[in-house]
Nanobody, 125 residues
Framework: QVQLVESGGGLVQAGGSLRLSCAAS????????MGWFRQAPGKEREFVAA????????YYADSMKGRFTISRDNAKNTVYLQMNSLKPEDTAVYYC??????????????????WGQGTQVTVSS
């Protein structure tokens, strides 16, 4: 069992930055690939980024490449999402998730085993 708690969301102006954190409970954090997803009102959940168990490999949705950076600190059981050059269309609830499925399923939310409660990110124009 893994419990995930996100933090770091808030209100920011367009062009600004935010850093989301996701703290995981348990000693098995390193056995999970981690992902970030988001869901805007009235829209389906959307993949944002993923990182493999060691933190050496990352993967991003095309619209986030160059603006968002996912990282993890296995000693602290924490995964991060640094978001730069934020746009109003980035407004959403952001969720972190843990997966023990194969890496090639990294963008498929249905392959993730555990989810956090989400943190709201609002980008004003």
């Amino acid at each position: 069992q893994v419990q995930l708690v996100e933090s770091g969301g808030g209100l920011v102006q367009a062009g600004g930055s935010l850093r989301l954190s996701c703290a995981a409970s348990g000693r098995t954090f390193i056995t999970y690939s981690m992902g970030w997803f988001r869901q805007a009102p009235g829209k389906e959940r959307e993949f944002v980024a993923a990182i493999n168990r060691s933190g050496g490999v990352t993967y991003y949705a095309d619209s986030m490449k160059g603006r968002f950076t996912i990282s993890r600190d296995n000693a602290k059981n924490t995964v991060y999402l640094q978001m730069n050059s934020l746009k109003p269309e980035d407004t959403a609830v952001y969720y972190c998730a843990a997966s023990n499925s194969p890496w090639d399923t990294r963008s498929n939310g249905n392959q993730y085993n555990y989810w956090g409660q989400g943190t709201q990110v609002t980008v004003s124009s």
